[in-house]
């Protein structure tokens, strides 16, 4: 298929880049042309690039979001405009701009299907409909935060995953990284592997499991392979725990 949607993400996150260029990478008719880190850095690509549709992100240092879209609106051609952002409040603002659509940070393959439908609407084109990827398909990697680095782990080498005091954990057996998905989120994209939700507050990779023990009030505790930290099993989970565990 020679026909292609030429995007522009802007953002100052270097994960929220990474993470939504992996998102549209499930979609061969899109094509990311440029990406930019800040808005007077954006608006220069999208001037060279001439794009069709541009992601910018409502909040960032300098110039913000809705500085560069008004800025955009002055071009001859004008590219569909999508805020992707963190701050449900700015959804009006966005639509004041003629934005066509606004997607919430942590993105989310359906959301970001529809809105990949309403660009195609708009272009008036006849490109098949996209296609939302099955929850049943596996994640090919898991992007996390590494000194100020994102880096991809494969499922099979994540042990378990945890969410303490506002932060999000994924846990190998090298070290700790950070997440900006939540643990639900996570949930989701990590139970085609094996994963299971042993807390509210953990998930853990079933094959990892080495052993189960008992402690308090029907409570049990777990230890995995290749990890010091004990971790808890509540037990409203146990019983489906063990039928995963158990022949």
Known sequence: MTFKIRTVIVDDEPYSREELKHLLGSYEEVEVVAEAGSAEEGLEKILFKDPDVI?????????SGTELVEAVHKLKRVPLVIFATAYPDYAIKA????????????????????????????????????????SSEKLARLAVEHQENIIYLSPDDILYASAVEGETAVVTKERRYISKSSLKDLEQKLSPHHFFRTHKSYLVNLRAIKQLIPWFNGAYQLKVHGADEDIPVSRNYIKALREQLEL
């Open 95 to 134: 639509f004041r701009l003629q934005a066509l659509d606004y997607l919430l940070k942590p993105f989310s393959d359906d959301e970001l299907a529809d809105t990949m439908s309403r660009v195609y609407k708009s272009m008036g084109t006849d490109v098949p409909a996209l296609r939302k990827p099955a």
């Open 55 to 63: 992601f910018v992100d409502m909040e960032m240092p300098r110039m």
